[in-house]
Every structure is written in structure tokens, then in C-alpha cells.
């Protein structure tokens, strides 16, 4: 009788693919964890300007406003006005394609 040592061509191919399947879900899973993470810092950046607006608001009873005079802010107006005095630091998003914007009372305040 032959002994046949060694594995056969499908065993080593099911095995690669349950492998793969694992691989797959632990990237996916990543991605989403740091989706989630960025999404988490986001709301927590939107939460401190807005805090530092309703500070500012509350001792100058006025929203910050642009040098432009359209009514609207961009980042380096709120730096002005807003650093130190009510937030040390304005958030920038790492991924310079998307602004933050945040709506209070009809105006729009972006920063980049």
C-alpha cells in the first residue's frame, strides 16, 4: 500500500482562500474602525468651535465675521479672532479636499 504524504492541490487551495476570507474581513473592519475614528474627532473639532463661537458670541454678543465683509468667516478671520482667547487651536481637517462648516443663525462658517 502507498502512503501519500503532503497535502493535495485543493486542500492548499481552501486553505489559501479561508485565509483571504480572514484577511478581507480584518481590512474591512479596519477601514470602518478608522472611518469611525475620523468621523468621532470631526464632531468633537465641530463641538469646540462651536464652543468657542458661543464664548465669543456671549462677550461680543456678534459672531466672528470676514475682512471681506460678506458676512462669512474663512479660517484665517476666525484665527484672529478666536485664538488664544476661546480655543488655543482651530481644527483643520487632514484631507485638505473637504472644509468644516458650521451654521449658526443663518451664516455659514467654513474653515479649512
Avoid: W
Amino acid at each position: 500500500m502507498k502512503i501519500k504524504n503532503g497535502f493535495t492541490l485543493i486542500e492548499i487551495l481552501v486553505v489559501i482562500m479561508i485565509i483571504g476570507l480572514i484577511v478581507g474581513g480584518i481590512a474591512l473592519n479596519l477601514a470602518r474602525a478608522q472611518k469611525k475614528g475620523r468621523d468621532t474627532q470631526r464632531i468633537t473639532d465641530m463641538t469646540s468651535v462651536a464652543q468657542a463661537l458661543g464664548a465669543y458670541y456671549a462677550d461680543k454678543h456678534i459672531y466672528p465675521t470676514g475682512i471681506t465683509g460678506d458676512g462669512g468667516a474663512n479660517y484665517n478671520d476666525l484665527s484672529s479672532q478666536l485664538i488664544p482667547s476661546y480655543i488655543q487651536v482651530l481644527p483643520q481637517e487632514v484631507n485638505d479636499d473637504y472644509v468644516y462648516r458650521y451654521a449658526c443663525s443663518g451664516t455659514p462658517i467654513c474653515s479649512k
